[in-house]
């Protein structure tokens, strides 16, 4: 017995060896000669054209400006949470379809939702869809949410190349983090012209996303209560790509019990969607009227 073991080892182990071989000759050799082994291909969720564009609501004239409101977070991404329960992707969806309903009563502007349901979007196609349909405007809804329980109100953000403070920072890399993968920029701006170009018009789209900034802080006095540091800048992926103005609003913070009862609550939401709503005309009508000019 023991030596049909040994005569069985002895021929197995080389035979094993030489399989193990072959089988590795015809995995390197089998490969397309266009990829070479040290490009690693990962499969990444597309980002373009692949998500349908939402329905265009109110005035039927094209030639109305176009805001895109986007609800933050959504599907299997919830966002913050509140201490009651309170999920940031639900008061961010609520709080959009109130400034929708609001902007659709004024029948001033045209309006539509990056999402109108409880569903993932990635940063990018949130952006992709504002600049495929070719807004005026993009205005992303958060909550926010802090370790410290005296932190509470609104906060407008803008775009910046880095945060205004330690605190923005900490913001824009949690509200970023919903997809960091797809999140990292695009590259291959390796032109010094492009990327002149590209800093001057972002320069100035900065400029007006902060005018707009400003507006919303100005008509949401009477109904919104502001952070005591209320207008910041930080470097938000949602914003980052996108060559027209935009800002990220952070309604109140879910960590509040305070804050988190206002989101929750439906005449809250009204008199936060009216002001900004309110904002959100003022500062398209302004731009038109700017661009009417001779
Ligand atoms: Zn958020």
Redesign the pocket.
């Known amino acids: 017995m023991r030596g049909r073991v040994l005569i069985a080892v002895v021929l197995g182990v080389p035979l094993a060896v030489v399989t193990a071989a072959a089988i590795l000759f015809a995995m390197a050799y089998a490969a397309p000669a266009h990829a070479p082994s040290s490009v690693i291909r990962v499969a990444l969720p597309s980002t373009r054209g692949e998500v349908g564009l939402p329905k265009i609501q109110g005035p039927a004239d094209a030639s109305r400006p176009l805001v895109v409101i986007d609800a933050?977070?959504g599907g299997h991404d919830p966002?913050?949470s509140g201490q009651r329960g309170e999920k940031?992707?639900a008061l961010?969806l609520a709080l959009a379809l109130s400034l929708r309903e609001a902007l659709l009563a004024d029948g001033r502007v045209r309006v539509a939702l990056t999402r109108d349901e409880d569903r993932f979007l990635a940063l990018e196609e949130r952006s992709g869809i504002a600049r495929r349909l070719k807004a005026d405007l993009f205005v992303s809804i958060?909550?926010?949410?802090s370790e410290s329980p005296d932190a509470t109100g609104a906060t407008v953000y803008t775009l910046s190349d880095r945060g205004s403070d330690a605190v923005a920072d900490a913001?824009a890399k949690?509200?970023n983090k919903?997809d960091t993968v797809n999140g990292v920029e695009l590259g291959g701006k390796s032109d010094a012209v492009t990327a002149i170009l590209v800093s001057l018009s972002q320069r100035e789209m900065r400029e007006r996303s902060k005018a707009f900034g400003a507006l919303v802080l100005r008509e949401g006095q009477a109904a919104v209560r502001f952070h005591k540091d209320p207008e910041r800048e930080a470097a938000f992926v949602v914003l980052k790509s996108l060559d027209l103005p935009s800002a990220?609003i952070?309604a109140g913070y879910i960590s509040s019990p305070d804050d988190a009862r206002a989101l929750s609550s439906p005449e809250w939401r009204r008199g936060f969607a009216k002001a900004v709503a309110s904002a959100i005309e003022i500062y398209l009508a302004r731009t038109n009227l700017v661009a009417a000019a001779p």
């Open positions: 933050g977070h966002g913050a940031e992707k961010t958060h909550a926010d949410a913001v949690r509200e919903a990220l952070e």
